[in-house]
RNA sequence: GGGUCUAUAGCGCAGCCAGGUAGCGCACAGGACUCUUAAUCCUGCUGUCGAGGGUUCGAAUCCCUCUAGACCCGCCA
């Protein structure tokens, strides 16, 4: 590859943005805004995935300014989704709430307006966290102000073409029956009750009945009324298959990514887009879902939903991004422990951008740096900083749980890995500290003792009492053979009792460290 | 029925999406830190890149076929 065949920063991003300003330039529409998209679920509790979505859509953006377009996203939350599902750990009192729009729920917390807006500004404050800027909207207002209202009405008219399309592009033939238009009854508030009977066109209004219905294999009690939804400002919505079109047409969006759980939706409302609605399709990449470590779907009934929250407990908003800008291609399994990887692999990337670390090859090393770049959200550091592995951080936060911060920082001047300690290091102790009580948290082992081991124990206490203690390493031996014992069986049983580990670093040093009353202390809970 | 992903060292994985010397972690072997083990550091070993074909000066990487596994859609949004 040479110079000029590099795009931009080099890196997947700018390729497809450019790919997406070619396809606008031969479309031949107006480039003086290139609006991309991600929409927001606001039913369930946001997963690293949704946030995926919207830290790429914003990586688009920055490429297509790179680029020397303008752009903008729009962050769309779909809170006239109805419930469908109370997700784990969630109240059950939301129970009678089941097939109400989610923005017409209240917050089971008390914290928000609605429900919705209190899933939604989960991951708004992921987003915030890590840096990405929106605008944002809501499906509520949007319908309440009618900004879909001529789509809706375009696509009611034919909605006999779009029943018969969707059958033969995906299958589904339930909408060759059904108009694709799902009013919130006016009586109940529930939203997959109220069934769309009829469309009067020269009103523009929905004629529906409200009757028991089934989500998933629950059922759901209609009221009974029968209403008629005006498309203009009434609540409803269209169905998945067309709404994402006659958004798109109305926001004018350029660029939308999505996942493959949705590829039909996306491929209907491609059609529609084009066929039915006159607006050339925005330009789209597809995603694989994040998968937990066992390769099954990030499911919130499942409870292993992974939130930006979750993650920034043991991870720098840095690693988040370069955990979502790095690639988009490929099925991904995902967990907490990946954090310590992404750290170091950032600090990597630092490295080699600013020439510390050499690479031969100059299309990866454009790309490196163009992934640096990204990760910066395009506006890079000045000056390299301190770099410290975080495994070791790990490591050393086992050791010392008390004045954690303070003690590694004091361990890490020792070791000579940094000259002095900035505040970021110390953040960084804080977030593998955490991460240390998370995931090693060290059991006690039962220890079946013999009294000559006990005995052994006991004069080791004894010693460490002493202030002057010069060598401990050598004490440790000592004790062990006036005691009878082995000295490889008694270091044994001292990693056991202070690592919970039968190995371990050399012990004597190891104790000045942890303290030799602290370590006293532990050994008694074993005489 | 439709679609997608995955397969690389003993194990776990990166590299593939913009082709250019096969990499990382763990494990393993040796070494440093005065006896005694290595959290830490250094050195070393480990390969039919699932199989077959194609494109290319050059393929783990791009294209096609096949095999095995996983997942998604065909309720709903």
Redesign the pocket.
């Known amino acids: ?1 040479s110079e000029q ?8 991003i ?2 497809l943005a ?1 790919e997406l300003i070619d396809r606008e330039k031969s479309l031949g529409r107006k480039l003086d805004l290139l609006r991309v998209e991600s929409g927001l679920g606001a ?1 369930g509790i946001p997963h690293i995935g949704s946030l995926g979505d919207a830290v790429r859509a914003y990586g688009v953006k920055l490429a297509l300014e790179n680029l020397g377009y303008k752009s903008e996203l729009i962050a769309y939350s ?1 809170d ?3 419930l ?1 599902k109370i997700p784990e750990g969630m109240p059950q009192s939301l129970e009678e709430h089941i097939a109400k729009p989610v923005s017409l729920i209240p917050d089971p917390y008390g914290c928000h307006e609605s429900y919705g807006m209190h899933m939604s500004s989960i991951l708004l404050d992921g987003l915030d966290k890590v840096g990405i800027k929106y605008e944002f909207r809501r499906a509520i207002d949007t319908y309440k102000n009618g900004i879909l209202k001529d789509n809706i009405h375009t696509i009611l008219q034919k909605s006999t073409e779009i029943g018969d399309k969707i059958s033969e592009l ?5 909408y060759q029956k059904y108009l694709p238009y ?1 009013p919130v009854c006016a009586n109940c508030n529930r939203l ?1 009750t109220a069934e769309a009977t009829e469309y009067v066109a020269n009103e523009k209004i929905v004629k529906y009945t409200c009757h028991d219905a ?3 294999n629950k059922k759901i009690s209609g009221c009974g009324h029968n209403g008629e939804a005006d498309i203009t400002k009434d609540l409803g ?1 269209l ?3 067309v ?1 994402f079109a006659a958004r798109w047409a109305a926001f004018d969006i350029r660029f939308e990514a999505y996942g ?6 996306v491929k209907v409302n491609d059609w529609v887009a084009d066929e039915i609605l006159n607006f050339p399709h925005p330009h789209h990449v ?1 995603y ?2 994040f ?1 937990d470590k066992g ?3 990030i ?1 919130k009934s499942l409870g292993n939903v992974l939130t930006a929250q979750r993650w920034l407990e043991f991870g720098t908003p840095k690693s988040i991004l370069l955990l979502l800008y ?8 995902l967990g907490l422990d990946d954090i310590p990887d992404l750290v170091n692999e950032y600090n990597e990337l630092e490295d080699i951008y600013f020439g510390k670390i050499k690479v ?2 100059q ?2 090393l ?2 490196s740096k163009g992934l640096y770049e990204y990760v910066n959200l395009l506006n890079p550091p000045k000056q390299i900083s301190q770099h410290v ?1 975080y ?2 951080l790990i ?1 050393l936060s086992k050791i010392f749980r008390e004045n954690r911060i303070e003690r590694v920082s004091k361990k890490l001047l020792d ?1 000579g890995v940094l000259k002095n300690v900035e505040s970021d290091i110390e953040n960084l102790i804080g977030l593998a500290g955490k991460f240390a009580d998370e995931f090693d948290e060290q059991e006690k082992i039962e220890l079946e003792l013999t009294s000559k081991e006990k005995n052994a124990i006991n004069a080791l206490i004894e010693e460490l009492g002493k202030d002057s203690l010069e ?1 401990i ?2 004490t ?2 000592q004790t ?2 006036n005691s009878d014992i082995e ?2 069986d ?3 049983i ?2 056991q009792i202070i690592l919970g580990t ?6 004597g040093p ?1 104790i000045q460290d942890i303290g030799q009353k602290q370590v006293a202390k532990k050994l008694v809970e074993y005489t």
């Open positions: 590859m065949d590099i795009i931009g920063k080099g890196t997947w700018d390729k450019s039913s779909d006239l989704d109805g469908r995906v299958g589904q033939e339930k799902f997959y089934e989500i998933g919505k169905a998945w298959k709404e493959k759980d949705i590829m039909d939706s597809k694989e879902m998968l390769g099954k779907k499911s790095k690639r988009i291609t490929g099925a991904r399994e031969d090859n299309a990866k454009v790309k592995n495994r070791l490591e070791y060598d390493q050598n440790i031996y062990a053979k000295p490889k008694f270091f044994k001292l990693y039968t190995r371990g670093p050399k012990i190891f």
